[in-house]
């Protein structure tokens, strides 16, 4: 790409996967809708990665408290289901290896500009993941599936680029009306 090189080398340009769109009212419920719909794929299905990718620190805080606040909810409904939840930080990449190699239902969330550019710390090399994979390939290997909460905000190529990085299975769009 002409844009300072995205992701040269990282890039899967080729990594295609399904999307699946969700329209809601505003104010319905949408992040409690796509925890639950997380709920229900581990329960029924047995998936056990999910990437939620939000556009703003904003909408991540508010996906991170409502997530606490429905925790034990969501347990009661599901048997006690064991769902963690990981707060992505770039200083601390270790949280990805925790995140690929748990037994466990794992929930990363994460802002877009965490990893849209090349220089972001997901996309270089780390002491704290000291082996020959890089921190976004630990990620790759889950196949996760994508929550998009917001999307309409996600259109860009490069943000399409930094989704397709993530190899994930399939693409849940959650949007508002």
Do not use: W
Not at 71 to 100: C, E, P
Not at 136 to 143: I, P
Request: net charge neutral.
């Amino acid at each position: 790409m002409d844009d300072g090189s995205l992701l040269d080398g990282v890039m899967l340009d080729s990594h295609r996967y399904p999307h699946f769109t969700l329209e809601m009212e505003t104010g319905t419920g949408k992040t409690y809708v796509y925890l639950r719909t997380i709920y229900e794929l581990h329960q029924r299905y047995g998936f056990g990665k999910f990437i939620i990718v939000v556009p703003s620190i904003a909408i991540y805080e508010g996906v991170v408290k409502t997530f606490a606040i429905t925790r034990a909810h969501f347990r009661s409904l599901y048997g006690n289901a064991t769902v963690n939840l990981i707060q992505y930080d770039g200083s601390q990449l270790a949280r990805l290896r925790a995140f690929a190699a748990s037994t466990f239902c794992e929930v990363l969330v994460m802002t877009l500009d965490a990893f849209n550019k090349a220089s972001n710390n997901l996309y270089k090399p780390s002491e704290k993941l000291p082996g020959e994979r890089l921190p976004y390939q630990y990620l790759q290997e889950t196949r996760p599936i994508l929550i998009l909460d917001e999307p309409q905000n996600m259109e860009s190529e490069r943000a399409n680029q930094a989704l397709r990085t993530l190899k994930p299975l399939l693409a849940l769009r959650y949007s508002a009306t």
